[in-house]
């Protein structure tokens, strides 16, 4: 059942080349070059009732502009959004009641106060009945601690309580879709775990459908099943990170130290390289597992020790941002 | 009903809340209530030198004026209560400050309305208020349930006129979004309005006033109609229409700002 669904989305922003000095800024008052950006440039995606859904991309690529567009916030240009059947940009309040969105980079906490007030203040505007309320504040609690700094004003907080505190007042309301731009971002790595972990724990808990923003790749390794790859506003990968992993990086390495120097091969893998005792194999993960890789190689030569090595992630995104992914 | 329960709930706590802020900087406010309180009474020295000089001022006695003066500063006082968060439209534009309004499943302009509600305000109404007391003194004014409701219809109606110029104003900047707004040359334009009769005008500005840009509503007719100077020629007391002309003011600022919440463009990553 998809509880998103976008099709053909675009946002296009008018540019105005500006030109320098005096002379340019009185001349643009007369003659404009006017350029048409497209910031988000025709996509379509579902998204299924409790997936966890990476959307990545780099900087200026059309994530953020996206969720806001999701969230009612920005009006499309072109096409159509629907949030569990309703549009956000014809029933904003509706679909609002129902979502939780979090921008890392900006708090809807009330700064100058204690952070239980702005929990107040959200228990009124979503109108959360007191016993959902108390509820949703002890499981909420469970997971984030706030407890703990509950009474302290917002602006005393630190970076990553800040964050627990916002991502808490997004879930209060007990939405059935959560919007994360960037949660993680800045955070320690405790703050990093108690935050995936939230994250985890709703969808499984919940079924809380998520769409998660982020530049943490690590974030995208352990949360999610399904991966939007977006540049220059346009969608060039939707699947599964294993499948993208596999078209871009099919192979991994085994290096193998032997207690004698030996030169082995193995008809399913290459033999990279051999120095002394030391020796490095490629080989393709569909057509032999690395056990039995090891396994075959035992049987003629002593093993010391074996390292597996996979491609990096980071270079595996990097590649895909270029778009140079074999399909 | 229920809708208006709700709605009264959320501005209660915002209420509540913006005044739990301010207390965490209580010096801000003595600073400012000292402030205001000068301002007033330099004002209201000025109307008293220039009647004692001239004799009178657009027909009108001293009395009249301290009257007229009085309401004036009482419904400036009352916009500013409510209407003062409109002096940042144009930063919360740029800056992409409407973003978590409109993440909140209630109206924008409202949300931003009570944000920060202007406890200061009250205290520009006390020097206002004592101005008023006095002139109604001077004018013998008949404390009557017609008079009180004359003054409150007047005090309703001047506020929301007010407010929606000043909204008008802010919403501009959705399509200038350029921080600077006209809204202290606005308010400018309000106190020579509404502070003195219009009858100092030549015909023009007063017809302009009246018609196109009714600022004359907001006190000029109306004490004009409770000090009971020369007939009226409509049977509806005027401060009725005062009340009537902000209603409708209101109703399109807050269309206005509806239109440019669709071009609202947000700021940031």
Redesign the interface.
């Known amino acids: 059942m998809n509880i998103i669904e976008v099709s053909h989305l675009v946002k296009e922003?008018k540019k105005i080349k500006k030109e320098r000095g005096l002379y340019g800024a009185v001349k643009n008052l007369f003659v404009q070059d006017v350029q048409y950006v497209r910031a988000v440039d025709d996509i379509s995606f579902e998204v299924e009732k409790g997936d966890i859904v990476a959307y990545i991309g780099p900087n200026g690529a059309g994530k953020?502009t996206t969720v806001?567009m999701l969230?009612?916030?920005?009006?499309p240009t072109a096409g159509e959004i629907l949030i569990d059947g309703i549009s956000p940009q014809k029933d904003?309040?509706?679909v609002?009641?129902n979502?939780g969105?979090v921008?890392g980079?900006?708090s809807?906490l009330?700064w100058?106060?204690r952070l239980g007030?702005t929990f107040?203040?959200l228990k009124?505007?979503?109108?959360i009945e007191d016993g959902l309320y108390d509820r949703n504040l002890r499981m909420l609690d469970e997971i984030f601690r706030f407890s703990e700094f509950i009474d302290t004003?917002v602006r005393q907080l630190s970076l990553g309580q800040r964050m627990r505190g916002d991502l808490a007042a997004a879930m209060l309301h007990s939405p059935q879709i959560l919007f994360l731009?960037?949660p993680t971002i800045g955070l320690d790595v405790e703050a990093k775990y108690s935050v995936r972990k939230f994250i985890r724990e709703i969808n499984q808990r919940s079924g809380t459908t998520i769409i998660l923003t982020t530049h943490d790749l690590g974030d995208v390794q352990e949360l999610c099943r399904r991966l939007i790859i977006i540049n220059e506003g346009k969608i060039i990968e939707d699947g599964s990170l294993d499948s993208l992993v596999d078209r871009i990086a099919p192979y991994r390495q085994l290096v193998i130290d032997f207690y004698h120097p030996a030169v082995i091969r193995h008809p399913k893998a290459e033999l990279v390289s051999v120095e002394e005792a030391r020796a490095v194999y490629k080989f393709k993960k569909d057509e032999i597992t690395a056990a039995r890789l090891i396994e075959d190689i035992s049987h003629t030569a002593p093993i010391k020790e074996v390292g597996l090595k996979e491609a990096r992630i980071d270079d595996i995104i990097r590649t895909a941002y270029s778009g140079n992914v074999p399909q | 009903m229920k809708k208006i329960k709700?709605y009264a709930?959320?501005a209660a706590?915002?209420t509540r809340?913006s005044i739990?802020?301010r207390l965490?900087y209580p010096f801000m406010l003595i600073g400012h209530v000292l402030a205001n309180c000068v301002q007033w009474v330099v004002g209201f020295a000025t109307i008293k030198f220039v009647v004692d000089s001239f004799g009178s001022l657009g027909g009108w006695g001293y009395e009249s004026l301290a009257f007229l003066y009085g309401m004036s500063v009482l419904s400036h006082g009352l916009a500013v209560v409510f209407f003062i968060q409109t002096w940042y439209m144009p930063y919360c534009v740029v800056e992409?400050e409407?973003?978590?309004f409109?993440?909140?499943?209630?109206g924008v302009l409202f949300q931003f309305l009570f944000e920060d509600f202007n406890l200061i305000g009250i205290t520009d109404m006390i020097p206002g208020l004592m101005v008023f007391f006095y002139g109604c003194a001077k004018v013998h004014l008949e404390v009557n349930a017609a008079n009180i409701a004359l003054i409150l219809f007047t005090l309703a109606g001047g506020t929301l006129i007010r407010g929606a110029v000043w909204i008008f104003c802010g919403s501009l900047s959705f399509w200038t979004k350029s921080t600077a707004n006209f809204t202290d040359m606005v308010g400018a334009l309000f106190e020579r309005v509404s502070m003195y009769p219009l009858t100092i005008y030549p015909k023009w500005t007063q017809a302009l006033f009246t018609f196109l840009l009714p600022l004359a509503w907001i006190t000029f007719y109306p004490v004009k109609d409770i000090l009971e100077m020369e007939g009226s020629v409509i049977p509806v007391p005027m401060a009725v229409i005062g009340l009537g002309v902000g209603a409708v003011m209101f109703a399109l600022s807050c269309g206005l700002f509806r239109i440019g919440m669709?071009?609202?463009?947000?700021a940031?990553?």
Not at chain 1, 71 to 75: A, D, K, P
Not at chain 2, 102 to 106: D, F
């Open positions: 922003y953020s806001k969230s009612g916030i920005l009006q904003r309040r509706r609002v009641r979502l969105v921008f980079q900006r809807q009330n100058n106060l007030e107040d203040l009124r505007i979503y109108q004003p731009d960037e | 709700y709930s959320v706590a915002l809340q739990q802020s965490e992409g409407y973003d978590m409109l993440l909140r499943p209630m669709r071009r609202y463009e947000s940031g990553s």
